[in-house]
Antibody, heavy 128, light 111 residues
Framework: QVQLVQSGAEVKKPGASVKVSCKAS????????IHWVRQAPGQGLEWMAM????????NYAQKFQGRVTMTTDASTSTVYMELSSLRSEDTAVYFC?????????????????????WGQGTLVTVSS | QSVLTQPPSVSGAPGQRLTISCTGSSSNIGAGYDVHWYQQVPGTAPKLLIFGNTNRPSGVPDRFSGSKSGTSASLAITGLQSEDEADYYCQSYDSSLSGSVFGGGTKLTVL
């Protein structure tokens, strides 16, 4: 069965960086994009970034460009999301999710992804 | 301020029918991009309820249905049950932002 297992909770100081992992299993790693979605305490869902594990192409939300980096390790079927220059507003639960029912033209979505499979979430707390 | 606008809260009695709206613009829903819907119980990951505007993944009860028209989409829930109490989010793609976007979420309360 498809599983996305994330790394554990992190506590970081303002200005630091955090790197969260998402290990995929139960399917061919390169067959689906992986996305990151975050949720601040008591707030809604916010899409951050995506990566195509087949080739490593990425797309980042404008809000996070320059601060977020997604990478993959195909040997372990793991996706990483690193967020730098952390501030208190980055305190949130970070989810990885697999894109499904989608079609990517190479430059934009023809059918945007739906997220069937989610990781369990990783709480990142930014505090001095 | 979310790109997709949802009512902050809705409520209904058990057995009733209610709808949750999701209003976008010409760069997202109005451009023809699919809308997906999620249910989230606090403290857990979201669960996909509807994909591609109207389709239910296997295992989702047929009490849940989706529709889309123009720059808006709606999620309808019939035969409301206490277990439906959760937060609901719509999601689509925005060509101006070049990324996926979510609605602000709607808290459903079963009276």
């Amino acid at each position: 069965q498809v599983q996305l297992v994330q790394s554990g909770a992190e506590v970081k100081k303002p200005g630091a960086s955090v790197k969260v992992s998402c290990k995929a299993s139960g399917y061919t790693f390169t067959s689906h994009f992986i996305h990151w979605v975050r949720q601040a305490p008591g707030q809604g869902l916010e899409w951050m970034a995506m990566i195509n594990p087949s080739g490593g192409n990425t797309n980042y939300a404008q809000k996070f460009q320059g601060r977020v980096t997604m990478t993959t390790d195909a040997s372990t079927s793991t996706v990483y999301m690193e967020l730098s220059s952390l501030r208190s507003e980055d305190t949130a639960v970070y989810f990885c999710a697999r894109g499904d029912y989608d079609f990517w033209s190479g430059s934009h979505w023809v059918n945007p992804p739906a997220f069937v499979y989610w990781g369990q979430g990783t709480l990142v707390t930014v505090s001095s | 301020q979310s790109v997709l606008t949802q009512p902050p809260s809705v409520s209904g009695a058990p057995g009733q029918r209610l709808t949750i709206s999701c209003t976008g613009s010409s760069s997202n829903i109005g451009a023809g991009y699919d809308v997906h819907w999620y249910q989230q119980v606090p403290g857990t990951a979201p669960k996909l309820l509807i994909f591609g505007n109207t389709n239910r993944p296997s295992g989702v009860p047929d009490r849940f249905s989706g529709s889309k028209s123009g720059t808006s989409a709606s999620l309808a829930i019939t035969g409301l049950q206490s277990e439906d109490e959760a937060d609901y989010y719509c999601q689509s793609y925005d060509s101006s932002l070049s990324g996926s976007v979510f609605g602000g979420g709607t808290k459903l309360t079963v009276l």
